[in-house]
Every structure is written in structure tokens, then in C-alpha cells.
């Protein structure tokens, strides 16, 4: 073949192009096989049942289909004939492009061959890669062709389709159809047409013998060579790294396995005829058990190579061969791949770190960077690849491997590095280019004996390229483009190594190496994303979901991976490199594929962590309770009375451990829980922290968020469950109990958020400002809802029933104690410290949650007093008119109906309203700690609101008053609920007339109290027995008639200020009737009636002690002071008389 023709075949182009386009046919060929294998993305026709009859009908005539005379049998498809045409008309069109593959595949391999080319790959390593994947490429699509089942079916209904449609079949029909007929025995028609190309095959996996030999070592060679190793050779540690086959120092070992075993497979002449051959292919055949064709796809290919061989004549002997390898790879591949992946996790490991101390070495050693990252390449989709495929196994072992994040960590660390180091590579490697490869390769061109024009102009336009860089591009920050040049060198390798070539390759091996180190280092400088992704893309890793799974949870369970275990995650952002420009139907599936993998792993890792943390948490919880006074009780009364210490010893009781005896400790090496659960942290923290960011499908994932946003929904869970809340029996941790969890829940929490890389401000504001809502973002209950039920439910209820009254000196609601039953420590959920420990566990939010619900509780009592006052509404006028004639009023008092009924209804808004009293002083003391700087502000606007301020000005200012604990003279939040209960369908006048008798309807039922035992008014309360008298008991009446006074005042307040009108006016005249009602008690003959009439008497003088619109004065203008003296002194006589024991 003459020269020019040579110039004219385009190996070098063809080569690019048709193993380009190999590779998206391959793609569309899987998608089809994976769409048509999965029900969920099934062509829907498939399924159809009206259309089976027709599809049986076209796969048992294929390809003999003329739809005119089997009109009965494709009746069916007559119908959607359109639709059928446009849905099958992409995957038609794929099988037409293998066809036409095929076409060009096979023109290319004859021209090969005419041209007799010679492969050398460590001579011209991108004609003779090119080929070989040109090689395996077509031997992958033809098997991926014949496994894809319902092939037939897609093809002959879109022809038949087309027919009805255009009246005549498709013109490729026919040969598609005979070129899947011919595939059937995909393994036999490939023999056949690769039977002529059998001497180019194998001269090119040939010359692999020496490499394959050299790279599939195992363990123990590459530790006596010290692969990888910086270290071993200290004196040429700042020498670059070369070598005279540069590329192939990094060429993946599964793509030569998979060039092998392909290649032989389809041209097994070469097998008897070569002993080379022959040991090369057994050396391939014991290190895997599989071969890849495309992602998930491989081929086991001991079973299938047998199979051909022993339907072969002449291959008895190596059928036996085949047998002899399987069973070695079956025996030893497994521990050979675990010896290399332990071997390489110390020796990328003490790379990596050498490269990270000193970034210089770098630039010379980049090879190094390389070569580590595809033989950790090799070794993990080895793994990948037998876990998903090896179902049966003695040594299961061998496929599964907890410490193969590391190596995978160790890969994203050096990659990372190559590419923070980008601007050293090419700052190193751009002189490097024009002051020494540039001279050695104008030196070997001067030395070739004859040198052809064209080779020549080639060879001399690489030199003056070379030449012309400065070293100051680097510098400059100028792009690179040394693709022309690297393609320039693939011609002039098809050029030189045909038959008769004017400068034959294999004689000028120089040059070879010249430019094949040349074109690595152009590659440093403009092509370092696609070395990179050449030498360590893990993307179809993206098609072994499980295995990876699997992988990842053995790593989780290993204490000292757990610190690479985001390696997994990292994986994921290879998965977009699988994606082909010729398939892109298939990408929204690998996009959610990656994310999904992407997020269960990370969201593992969250769990973990969160685990851990919360574990600790609780620890600290638990030492932090052991500091509790009642924890202390025990301590404290066995050190007052050394009689009891020694009784104790003697009964042999178990000494108590006191708080801090878990930090004794006999040596060092013995280890807590709490210290177990640090060190996890600490691994986990070094992992989340690797990473800030980083990129999957062009989603930015930040790891530290799934860590925030699920340590966020788990501490809240926590704190909550911190109450120990139950619904059904109402019991519920005390607020000062809980803040003091929540303290030690936050102090570390705090100290391990910057362990963790966190933001302990943002997250525990999160948290905190979720309990002071109803409901968490989740949706579930809060402390706020918790406690606001429980105070609701519980203690206000059981208030209501009288078995907890409000005890005004404690400042806090105590139990009436009662025969057998329990009673509620009541003071100890209620007091001012617990009253400030709930203020600060719900915040002002949760505080004004809390008021919003006791005051609807306010307003719907509010609305019966009103019913109550509208039975009563003509009885209620005549006694407001009759004011100054007591007969008159003494007549009307017995017509009134539930006056005990409004009594009750009015007490228990007493008792809400004292709980509200207490709630808002916890919430004033607390609010005053954390914002002293506003508290004041607050207090002297609130204290300088004057009568004549506008009505809606004020309210405004008691409202925020009101936020901050202060209390008001009208309660806002009382205004706004009375507000939404007026009368319904009543105008203003007839409610503030409701409202004024309301008043009345109060002041006259007054000395119905009097007849109640439980009205007595003691400072040593017992409503169990009124007359016997606890000294411990508080001060107030039993049926917490003290509460009246308050209800009185900020309902009158109120509602008054409601209808704009003056409040001192209605008090006075409150007094002045409840003065008159009490008075009439004195004239009372039924001593049953008045038995406690001097602690009702006692109220008069509460109501004035509540009210800032009330005075002394005005008391005493209706009601002498002398009787409230009077009422005080026998009130405390007998209460002495009921103290003093009995004789």
C-alpha cells in the first residue's frame, strides 16, 4: 500500500471517532436492555394484553413479517399504529446504529490489515489502546445486543408499524433483521468475522505480555519493589519520575484484563498457535472471575469461554486450561486482591502524606500521583464488581472488605491535591516542556537516519511548539491547548506503523518515548480533570447500589474506618461521569440513583454521629441529676447521726457512689462509655470535616447540614422526652428538673458542635425557639404544648375540683390532702423557682402560648357568669337600685338562682388568674436575667402611662409590659379575650349593662360564703379538716375564696376598660354593695349562716389590697375599718385556739 494512501485512511481520526461512538451505542443498547428488563419503565405495549397475541405472533415469524397477509394476527396494532411507530422509533434507530458500527467497524479492521500495521503498546500506546478498545468495545456491544431480550419484538412491531403507517417497511429491515438473526450465538459469529483479524489482535495484546506481567503482581513483589514508595529511594527523591513507557505506568489492569480475555475470546486461534498467547490468557484468566462490558454488565467468562472452546475442534487442551485457571482464580484471586488493597492503604497513605507536607514533590512525582490512583482504581471496581456478581462463595471474605473507605478516601485526598496543586504542575511542568523535552526531542530528530516530508513538518512543528513556551504562561495564568499536538502524535503512530512505512516506529523506539512523555506532561497542563478521571473514575460504581451499601455499613461498623467513612459519599460525585451524550433519556435516573445513594449515606452518617451525641448527652445528663438536693437526702442524714453510719456498716448497706467517683480511675487504659463515645465523635467529626462541599450531579451537598438538620430533629425529640411526659396517669418532670437536662444537654453539645465542625448558635436556637411553639417543625408536641396541657389539665383542674388551692404568701398552689388518695406535690410544680424554670424552657413565645390558653379558659367561664347574670337580669336591677335600703336588698337576695354556681365559676377564674400572676413573675425574673438592658425601659413606660392616655396607647404599652412579666392594672391579654366573648347579638350598651349586674350579681352572693366551712381563713390550712390546722400549711380560706379578690379586680378592669368606662366608679360601687350585703350579716340569727363571716369579712379588704384603683379611704367610707380589725383579731384567736394542742 503506497504511502499517500496511508495519509489518506485517517487511522488515527477513525480510531477516535468510532471508539467515541462505540461508546454511546453501547450506552443506548444497555438503556434499552435495562428499560425493557425493569416492569416500572416496560415499553407499556409490552404488557398490553390485547396486544400479546400479535407480539407472540411477530417473534415466532421474525423476520418473515408482511403485515397484509397476518392482517388477522396484527389486527391489534392497526389501531395505534401511529403510536407505536413514533414510541419504537428510538429504539429502531439504536439498533440501526449498531448496524451501521458494525459497517464501519468492519471497514476499518480490513484496512487495518491491508495496512498491516504493527501494534506496539509501549511504542505507538494510542494506536494499539485505540484498537484494543476499539476491539472490545464492538465484542461488548454484539453480547450486550444478544442479551437484550425483547430485541425481536422492538425491531419487527416497529416494522410492521411503519408499514401500516407508510405502506412499506423500513429499507434497513432486512439487513437489521439478518444481523440479529446472526447474533443469536453471539460467541461463534464473532470467532468467524475476527478469524481474519486474528494476527493483528494478537500481535496487539502481544505486546501487553511484559506489562501485564510486571503490573498483575501480587502483594508481596510490590513490597520487595517498595511500589509507590517516595522513601525508598531518598537520593532521587527531587529527580522527576519517567519512565519509557510512561502511559502505560497507569493503564488500568481491568481494561488490559478485559483487552485479553475479549480479544481471545474471539479469536481463540491464536491460542494453539502462540505459547505467549497462550500464558498471557491463562495469567488474565486467574486474576478475575468476571469481565466488564459496560457498568453492571459483565461477563463470567471462565463459563462462556469454555463453552466456545469446547465447541470447537482442536481446544480439548484448553477447555482443561480454562478449568485449571477458574479453579485458581476461585481459590487465590480473592486473597490476592485483599493483599494489594492492604498493600496500597499504606503506601498511598504514606504518599499522600509525604505530598501533603511538601507539595513541591509533587511536580516531579506526579506519576506517582497516578499510577496510585488507578491501581486503587483497579483494586476497588475489582471488589465492586465481584461483590454484585459473586452470589456463592466459600470465602465470602474475599468480596467483602471494611476497610475499603480508607482506600477510597485516600483516592479523593490525592485528587484533591492534584488539583489544589494545579498552578505548581504547570508552573513545574511548562519549562520543563520547552528547556528539556524540547531539546531531547530536536536531538532524537537529528539523529534519525531518514525522515519523510510529512513525518518531518510533524515532527518539527512539535519541536517549535514546545519551544516556543516561556514559562511565563504558567505565571500568567494562560490556558493551555496541546490536543492538536497529542492528536498530531496519533497520526504520525498510524503513519509509522504500517508495513513499508518510509520511518518505521519500531526502529526509532526514541522518538516513541520522547513523545509519549511529552504528551503525558501536555496533558499535566491542559488535560488534568481528564487524567484524573482516566486514572480513578469510579462512576460505575453508580450500578452496584448494594454492594456499595454493604461496603458502607461494614465501615460503619469499624471503629477505626469510621473517620473515612464520608469517602462514600464523595463516590457519589463520580457518578455524573457515567452519563454519554448520545443517551440522555438515561440521566434524570442516574441523577436520582446518585442523590439517593449521596443521601442515605450521609443521613447514616448524621445518625451515627447524632447517636453518639445524644448517647453522651444523656450521660451528662444522668452525672448532672446525681448534684439534685433530693439526691443528696440520704448522704446528708447518714453524716448527721454517726449511730447510723455505724448500723449501716454493720447491715453490710452498699455504699452510695457520689457524684464525680466515674472519673477515678486505676490506669489509663481504662475507659468509659463517655470516652468510647468521645473517640466516635472525634472519627466521625475528622470524616465531616474533610469536606465542606462538594458537588453530585450538579447539586451542591454540604455534609455538615444532614448532620445539623438531623441533630436538630433528634434533639428535640430528646428534650422533650426529657418531660417524661404521660398523657394517660399526667405525669410530667418538674420544669427545674428539665432546664437543668436541657443545661447539660446544651454545655456539650456546645463543646462537640465545634468538634464538629457546627454552629452551636444556629442549631440550639433552632431547637430552643421550636419548644417555644405549639408544634416543631415535624409536627409533634413541644414542652410549650406539653406543659401548657398539663398546668391546664392537671393542676388547674384539680384546683378547680378543690383539691389544690393558690397559697398567696408561697406564692405557689399547695394540696388539700385527702383520705385515700395521693395528694400532687402541687408547690413543687408551681413555685417561683419553677415558675422561672418554665419561663425559661418556653421563652416569651411559649410563656404568651401558655396566657393565650388560660385566658380562653377566662373568657369561656366569663360567658357564663353572663348567662348567669342574663337569668338573673330584673332581680340584679332592683338590687342595684335599692343600694341604700337594706330591707329592700334583703328581700330580693333569695329570688337570685345559682348564685353558688357563679361563686364557683368566679373562684376558679381567681385560681387561673393567680396562676397566671405566678407564671408572669417567673417570666418577669427570667426575662430580667437574660435582657436586664430592656427590663428597665420597659418598666418606666409602663409606670408612666397616665388615666388620660389614650385607651388603645395604653393597652399597646400593657402589652408589652405584659411580655416581659411586668404586671398591669389592665391585663391586655384579658381585653383581647373578653373582646371575642360579648354577648352575642347584644349591643355595647346592653353587654356594659351585663357586665355593671355582673358586679352586683357578685357583691350580693358574697355571704353565701360565710355558711362554708371551707371559708375559714387560716395561715395553717388544712381543707381536710378545717379545724385542725397544719403549722406548715399556708394562709388563705380552703376554698380558695382569697382568689374572688383577684378575679374581681382584673375582670372589673377589664371589662370596663373594654367599654371605655371609669373603673374606680364600678369598684366603688362594688364596695359599697358587697359593704351592704356583709353588713346584713351581723343581723343574721342563724349562727350556721355566719360561722365564718369574719374571713369573708377579711375579702373586702383583699379586693382593696389588689386593686391600684382602690384606697383604704374608699373602704372605709362603706365599711368601718373596725370591723375589719374586729374580723383580723377574732380570725387569729382562732386560729391560736385551733394550733394549741388538745388538753
Known sequence: MSLPS???????????????????????????????????????????KALEASLRAIGRRFPQLEPRSCSQLLAPLQKDKAALAQQLAPFYQTFLDVLEFRDHVYELLSTIDASQCFFDIHLNYDLTKSYLDLVATYVSLVLLLARTEDRRLLIGTYHCAHEMTHGTGDPSFARLAQMVLEYDHPLKKLAEEFGPHTQAVSSALLSLHFLFARRNQSAEQWRREQLLSLLGTVGTMLSPASSDTVACEYLSLEVMERWILLGFLVCPGALNSSPQCQ????????????????????????????????????????????????????????????????????????????????????????????????????????????????????TPEDFMDSQVAELLFLMEQLRRLARQQRQLLRRYHCPYLARFDALVLSEVIQNLSVCPEEESIILSSFVSSLSALSG????????????????????????????????????????????????????????????????????????????????????????????????????????????????????????????????????EVAREACGCLLEACAEQHSLSQQLLPKHCAGTVGKAGSK????????????????????????????????????????????????????????????????????????????????????????????????????????????????????????????????????????????????????????????????????????????????????????????????????????????????????????????????????????TLVQLRSSCGRPEQMAALVPRLTSAESLLKRLTIVGQILSFRAMAQQGLREAFAHHCPFLMGPIECLSEAVSPDADIQVTLSIFELASAAGIPCEVDPALVKVLAGSKTDGSAPEEDYKVCCLLLVFVAVSLPLLASDPASFYSTQLDACAPRLRCPLCPPGHANSAHCLAKAIIQLSAALFTLHNRNIETHLKEFLLLASASLLQLCQEPDRARVRNRDSITLLLQLVVAESSFLTLDMLESCFPYALLRSAYREVCRENLLGRAPPP
Open 643 to 874: 449511730k447510723s453510719l455505724r448500723a449501716a456498716s454493720k447491715k453490710g448497706e452498699a455504699e452510695r457512689d457520689k457524684p464525680g467517683a466515674e472519673s477515678h480511675r486505676r490506669d489509663r487504659t481504662h475507659s468509659t462509655n463517655l470516652d468510647k463515645l468521645h473517640q466516635t465523635l472525634a472519627e466521625l467529626s475528622l470524616s465531616l470535616n474533610s469536606v465542606p462541599s462538594f458537588s453530585v450531579f450538579g447539586h451542591t451537598v454540604v455534609p455538615a447540614e444532614y448532620l445539623s438538620s438531623q441533630l436538630e430533629l433528634r434533639l428535640t425529640k430528646a428534650i422533650v422526652a426529657l418531660a417524661g411526659y404521660n398523657q394517660a396517669t399526667q405525669e410530667v418532670a418538674r420544669p427545674s428538673e428539665v432546664l437543668l437536662g436541657l443545661s447539660s444537654y446544651m454545655s456539650l453539645v456546645q463543646r462537640q458542635c465545634q468538634l464538629l465542625g457546627l454552629d452551636p448558635g444556629r442549631l440550639l436556637r433552632s431547637v430552643l425557639l421550636q419548644q417555644t411553639q405549639p408544634r416543631d417543625a415535624s409536627g409533634h408536641q413541644t414542652l410549650t404544648t406539653i406543659y401548657t396541657n398539663w398546668y391546664l389539665e392537671a393542676l388547674l383542674r384539680q384546683a378547680s375540683s378543690g383539691a389544690l388551692v393558690p397559697a398567696p404568701a408561697l406564692q405557689a398552689f399547695r394540696a388539700v390532702p385527702r383520705e385515700g388518695e395521693a395528694p400532687l406535690r402541687a408547690e413543687q410544680f408551681s413555685d417561683v423557682c419553677e415558675m422561672r424554670a418554665l419561663a425559661e424552657l418556653l421563652g416569651p413565645y411559649g410563656m404568651r402560648f401558655l396566657s393565650d390558653n388560660l385566658m380562653w379558659h377566662v373568657g369561656s367561664q366569663v360567658a357564663e357568669l353572663k348567662k348567669l347574670v342574663a337569668e338573673n337580669m330584673d
Open 472 to 603: 511565563k504562561e504558567a505565571d500568567e495564568q494562560q490556558q493551555f491547548d496541546f490536543r492538536a499536538l497529542r492528536l498530531d502524535w496519533f497520526r504520525l503512530q498510524a503513519y509509522t506503523s504500517v508495513a513499508k512505512a518510509a520511518l518505521p516506529l519500531r526502529l526509532c523506539p526514541a522518538v516513541a518515548q520522547v513523545l509519549n512523555l511529552i504528551a503525558f506532561h501536555t496533558k499535566l497542563l491542559d488535560s488534568l480533570e481528564q487524567l484524573l478521571q482516566e486514572t480513578s473514575d469510579l462512576s460505575d460504581l453508580c450500578f452496584y447500589p448494594r454492594p456499595l451499601e454493604k461496603l458502607f455499613l461494614a465501615t460503619m461498623e469499624e471503629p477505626s474506618m469510621l473517620r473515612y467513612c464520608l469517602a462514600f459519599p464523595l463516590l457519589c460525585a463520580h457518578f455524573s461521569h457515567c452519563t454519554h451524550p448520545m443517551c440522555p433519556e438515561e440521566y434524570p435516573q442516574l441523577e436520582a440513583t446518585a442523590l439517593g445513594l449521596c443521601q442515605r449515606f450521609l443521613q
Open 6 to 48: 496511508i495519509y489518506q485512511h485517517k487511522l488515527a481520526e477513525k480510531l477516535t471517532l468510532l471508539n467515541e461512538r462505540g461508546r454511546g451505542v453501547l450506552v443506548r443498547i444497555y438503556h434499552i436492555k435495562k428499560t425493557c428488563s425493569e416492569p416500572s419503565s416496560r415499553p407499556q405495549f409490552l404488557s398490553d
Open 279 to 394: 500464558e498471557l490468557w491463562c495469567q488474565a484468566l486467574q486474576g478475575t472471575l468476571f469481565v466488564t462490558l459496560l457498568r453492571d454488565e459483565a461477563l463470567q467468562v471462565h463459563k462462556v469461554t469454555e463453552e466456545l472452546l469446547g465447541s470447537l475442534k482442536g481446544f480439548g487442551k484448553r477447555v482443561a486450561d480454562v478449568k485449571e485457571c477458574k479453579d485458581h482464580a476461585v481459590a487465590h484471586s480473592g486473597s490476592l486482591h485483599r493483599g494489594r488493597r492492604s498493600y496500597l492503604r499504606g503506601a498511598v497513605r504514606e504518599l499522600w502524606a509525604l505530598l501533603e507536607d511538601q507539595p513541591g514533590l509533587l511536580a516531579p512525582k506526579a506519576l506517582f500521583v497516578f499510577m496510585a490512583l488507578s491501581f486503587c482504581r483497579d483494586e476497588v471496581a475489582w471488589l465492586a464488581r465481584h461483590a454484585g456478581h459473586v452470589t456463592k462463595t466459600k
